[in-house]
């Protein structure tokens, strides 16, 4: 599919995205390039990468799709580095969590020569790190490619089907749509999970000793990177703001049916509950 | 331990409880009463079953131990149902999520010829219904222990070695503390989860098709039933209450912090979230 990806700044999606390219066929060849020098020296001994670059304009000579792994603030300054490195067709992605910044700076740091098409594979942990790589990391998963109406069509179809040989699930949307509905399934989750633990460090902190697997999975995502989460909400403000209102409002009339004592009413948010619960898709 | 246990309304508690039993040899027979003559017809057939009733007098009249295993707002009617069948000696048990009233009431039901002593294991699943039973349900997992002041204490403490048995790790609080640690380590996750699901369903559904880990988990126990659960809220809602709006004030801090953009404060709350959740001890 691709003769040489590049992927810089790889961290889990970055590693697993190198491994499930291997795996599948969809690049010959794997260039990556890590800010730390002891994190290139590691990466020198992985089967699934060929070349380790010292610099990112090293790292994409010879590049036809660049894949940017690092944290959303550092994507836009990291493309207009590689901007004038970057050989004639090669096509620039990233796997950032919020994508109308970052896609309308790229795209204007790279047109018209290149075409940038920010992706956002929904999958990973609160284990970060290249070591927790997997190749069947976006088996099943949905990828959002989100290109501009201005980006040039072949390009995010090309980017899409890379994640589509990966086994990955290509919604193509704009990057505005996408920044509404992750602030929703996705980044409303986070800070729910996080208030929610934030809000029981202020009680007897024993009482999580006794944590069943409600409170457990509930909160798991709570133990995720602070820093990075900070950032992803701080590019997605008013969709993140939007979102928590109108939770906000569902948790009040809950709160007012249980002061009320009306009992038909805490049911019926709690089935309405379910019936959109139940009605996940399963994954692979 | 017990030469016969008797389990009243078998759901995934008590099959567990009858399994766990048989499997560590806490109980030397176990009899069973279910409501439904049909569940009473297919129990008959379980290894770890040794004889079905048909009546819940007819169950206990030989038991040491009576564990009731039905709803929050059925256990009482039961315990009165059973009294005056119950063998000199019995115990009577629960596995109820709220504690104080059932307590109070089952003491005055029992009192003074025999010993009510609640329970509460934090295991189960969002798959209710004894066919989902397993001996190892509660290994590792704290089951509350709730005496009450009056409760005579060698009847606690059996109770409570029964449940080591299973190897639970029992937690021996009174009544009420119990419920204001599950108000918040339990049915306000419950809450939190039933209510992020019921906000998302106001927007466009499809959207959970994309859904990542994240939501997954976060919203796993919205499966739970809405029944059961009301009866719960129901039973602590006072308890309930208190813990949502002190959640309440904790998101509108962090609401507040994204409106000022005081990124600072956002990464705050974030990181006590991560230090809470860290600190989780490890299940088996």
Chains 1, 2 share one sequence.
């Not at 670059?53 to 010879?62: G, I, K, N």
């Not at 590019?235 to 703001?241: H, I």
């Amino acid at each position: 599919m691709f003769d040489e990806i590049a992927i810089l700044a790889p961290g889990l999606l970055g590693a697993s995205v190198a491994r499930a390219a291997r795996h599948y066929g969809a690049a010959q060849r794997t260039t990556l390039w890590a800010r730390r020098p002891e994190v290139r020296l590691q990466l020198q001994g992985q089967a699934w990468c060929d070349r380790v670059a010292d610099t990112p304009a090293a790292a994409v000579q010879s590049a036809q799709l660049v894949i940017i792994c690092a944290p959303v603030d550092q994507i836009v300054p990291l493309v207009q580095q590689i901007a004038p490195a970057l050989p004639p067709g090669a096509l620039v992605t990233d796997v950032g969590s919020v994508k109308g910044e970052i896609s309308r700076l790229s795209h204007v740091a790279l047109a018209p020569r290149h075409a940038f098409v920010g992706s956002h594979p929904m999958a990973g942990s609160e284990k970060t790190g290249w070591e927790h790589g997997r190749a069947d990391l976006f088996k099943g998963r949905t990828t959002f490619v989100t290109p501009l109406p201005e980006t040039d069509p072949a390009a995010a179809a090309r980017v899409a089907a890379f994640w589509t040989a990966l086994e990955s699930d290509v919604a193509t949307v704009e990057p505005d749509a996408h920044d509404e509905i992750v602030a929703h399934i996705s980044h409303l989750p986070q800070v729910l999970a996080s208030t929610l633990c934030a809000s029981l460090a202020k009680r007897e902190v024993r009482w999580r000793n006794h944590a069943g697997g409600g409170l457990r999975d509930t909160t798991r995502i709570a133990g995720s990177d602070p820093k990075l989460w900070k950032t992803i909400l701080a590019q997605n403000r008013d969709e993140v703001l939007r979102a928590v209102r109108a939770y906000q409002e569902e948790l009040h009339g809950l709160e007012r049916a249980l002061a009320n004592r009306d009992w038909f009413e805490v049911q019926a948010i709690l089935e309405r509950g379910r019936a959109y619960r139940d009605q996940f898709r399963p994954i692979p």
